[in-house]
């Protein structure tokens, strides 16, 4: 059967009509709604290789400071993990006095991190929803600063430290990333898209001031978004070792700060290094695998609209 739509001039084919019924149109998509692909033997290989290449510098962390210096430098090192491991934590934990270090980063990671979290929202949301003149002017000038080198800023912001009476203590790591442009641009283009105009016009209309409108309606929006943003900024916060190297000293270092006394000499310990190295991964691992469900809830969040 043949029919001619009215808006083109080439004859449309339908699909044979089964005994006693309509036609049928023809079908352009084999899956449907809410359907998954199924992997074949080659994505279960390739999702192997990237797993393994993953945890393979961790794994041989672990080797390496479960062994002594010359296992580690052999020409042919060791495969399976040995029975120093103990010993050389404790000797990293001594050296480099791990257990100050670790509270530092904590407190300076955790710090920065809710700081973020809250100043980051709040600009998000002010440049998304809120009409004010130069929004984009202001938006245009946080994402330059993106473009600035970190290390232009190492000398006037050293010496503005100093100037407050911070040199050495940890309230020069925190204060200067308070804030990041990337967290203010992250929680921009979330909201935008997450959160209607409709549902806050409801709010104002039942009487709710601003401070009541971020509390009960951006807040619980932007949750999702706001875990994977806590989540870069503390990795990023505890792994940081530039600018805590210059700001801090030994009496008072973090994590990486402490870790680079233990290579600072001219023949490292390597074993005693990958020790100090395996107890400043273990925070993070124990920091993904509490939140790490919700992290990637938050990441996929949004990616499918249905």
């Not at 006037?156 to 430290?161: R, S, V």
């Amino acid at each position: 059967m043949t029919l001619t739509s009215p808006t083109h001039t080439a004859p449309v084919k339908l699909a044979p009509a089964p005994k006693g019924g309509a036609p049928q149109r023809p079908r352009r998509f084999r899956m449907g709604a809410g359907q998954q692909m199924k992997g074949g033997p080659f994505a279960y290989i390739a999702l192997a290789v990237v797993g393994f290449g993953s945890l393979l510098p961790l794994y041989w962390t672990l080797v390496a400071a479960s062994r002594t210096q010359d296992e580690v430098l052999a020409s042919t090192p060791p495969f399976l993990p040995g029975g120093k491991l103990l010993e050389n934590v404790q000797t990293a934990w001594e050296q480099a006095n791990l257990g100050k270090a670790i509270l530092n980063s904590f407190i300076v990671s955790s710090s920065i991190t809710l700081a973020t979290l809250f100043f980051c929202t709040l600009a998000g949301y002010a440049f998304a929803k809120m009409r004010f003149r130069g929004r984009g002017w202001l938006m245009t000038a946080v994402i330059a600063t993106l473009t600035i080198p970190p290390q232009l800023s190492v000398v006037p912001l050293f010496m503005m430290m100093s100037g407050l009476g911070w040199g050495g203590q940890l309230e020069s790591v925190i204060f200067p990333t308070l804030v990041s442009a990337f967290g203010v641009f992250f929680m921009r283009q979330y909201l935008i898209e997450a959160l209607p105009y409709e549902l806050i016009e409801a709010a104002k209309i039942d009487g709710a001031n601003n401070l009541r409108i971020v509390v009960s309606v951006v807040l619980p929006v932007a949750r999702p978004a706001m875990m994977v943003l806590g989540m870069l900024t503390f990795v990023q916060a505890w792994n940081d070792f530039f600018w805590p190297y210059l700001a801090l000293n030994q009496q008072n270092p973090t994590l990486q700060v402490a870790l680079g006394q233990l290579s600072a000499s001219y023949t490292p310990d390597q074993s005693i290094v990958m020790a100090g190295a395996l107890i400043s991964t273990l925070p993070l691992l124990v920091v993904f695998v509490v939140f790490g469900k919700k992290i990637v809830g938050g990441i996929m969040s949004g990616a499918v609209k249905g």
